[in-house]
């Protein structure tokens, strides 16, 4: 669930006869306070491991273990502006890729470990940072094409673009 105040939120919601429902106040079963300094906009499961990444105002990135949520297990803030969408590439499991309002695209590797951050024309680049894609103004999704290993789709303001990484 997004809500205004920076918390992620996993809900319970499965029918256990007819239509009954877990009461409202019994249905949230995880709660991740300050999850973000400003509002989680976006989030995403992982299909095969544990993890979620999500996405705020604060253009930062986090991903999140659920075996254990009292921190984060990375944190990137690569983005100037709010994050718009988030997205797990369908069969590389560590791998992700993340859009926001300063009109960039990135595509992230967890599987890269160095933690020391490159030294690109004066500027610190996380080594997980794999690519980044721009052109578009205003973008407001991404998805992994399913199975053109590399394919993205971002949709935009005026037009949607699709692009291939040799990257991943």
């Known amino acids: ?11 319970y919601q499965r029918r256990v006869r007819g239509d009954d429902r877990a009461a ?8 991740v306070p300050e999850a973000h300094s400003a509002d989680v906009n976006v989030i995403n499961w992982n299909r095969t491991e544990p993890f979620i990444v999500s996405g705020g105002d604060d253009g930062v990135l986090k991903i999140w273990d659920l075996r254990k949520l009292d921190t984060h297990a990375a944190l990137f ?14 069969t590389d499991s560590s791998v992700f890729g993340a859009s926001g309002e300063d009109n960039q695209v990135s595509l992230w590797d967890l599987g890269v470990e160095s933690a020391e951050p490159l030294l690109i024309n004066d500027t610190e680049v996380p080594p997980q940072l794999l690519f980044i894609h ?3 103004e205003e973008i407001k999704e991404l998805h992994w094409h399913p199975f053109v ?3 993205v789709l971002t949709t935009s303001l005026m037009n949607f673009n699709l692009f291939k990484t040799i990257s991943v």
């Open 77 to 90: 803030k690569h983005h100037t502006g709010p994050i718009t969408s988030v997205e797990w590439h369908p």
């Open 149 to 151: 290993p590399g394919l």
């Open 134 to 136: 721009q052109g578009q």
């Open 1 to 11: 669930e997004f809500v205004r105040d920076g918390k992620v939120k996993q809900w």
């Open 24 to 31: 409202h106040h019994k249905a949230c079963m995880i709660t």
